[in-house]
């Protein structure tokens, strides 16, 4: 059985940082892709990072230059760094690996993954 556990948010000010992880069991992660996804209240979910097998990462543009997404395959585990966080970053993140079909880089929709975390929340205060 897949399971990915998510972890790490939490309330920070704005302009703080916080550190997502992702581990992934009952899956084999290898060469898969995998996204990290933000929900915020009222609010559509909107991709905000992705990580292709081929080590290409596509970051939202509200997000560039302030996270950063990496990968351990070995360990099955993938990490969001989220620095200089602002309120808009408020929402309950989720993670998501392996693609259903393929198609364009980058793979935005939510509906072209496979397996999905139970999230976590991430609250940033001004």
């Known amino acids: 059985q897949v399971q990915l556990v998510e972890s790490g948010g939490g309330s920070v000010q704005a302009g703080g940082s916080l550190g997502l992880s992702c581990v992934a069991s009952?899956?084999?992660?290898?060469?898969?892709?995998m996204a990290w996804f933000r929900q915020a209240p009222d609010y559509e979910r909107k991709v905000v990072a992705i990580?292709?097998?081929?080590?290409?990462?596509y970051y939202d543009d509200s997000v560039k230059g302030r996270f950063t997404l990496s990968v351990d395959y070995g360990i099955a585990t993938a990490y969001l760094q989220m620095n200089d966080l602002r309120p808009e970053d408020t929402g309950m993140y989720f993670c998501?690996?392996?693609?259903?079909?393929?198609?364009?880089?980058?793979?935005?929709?939510?509906?072209?993954?496979?397996?999905w975390g139970q999230g976590t929340q991430v609250t940033v205060s001004s």
């Open positions: 998501a690996w392996d693609l259903k079909y393929g198609g364009r880089w980058p793979p935005l929709d939510g509906n072209q993954y496979k397996y």
């Open positions: 009952g899956l084999e992660v290898t060469g898969k892709y």
């Open positions: 990580f292709s097998p081929l080590d290409n990462r």
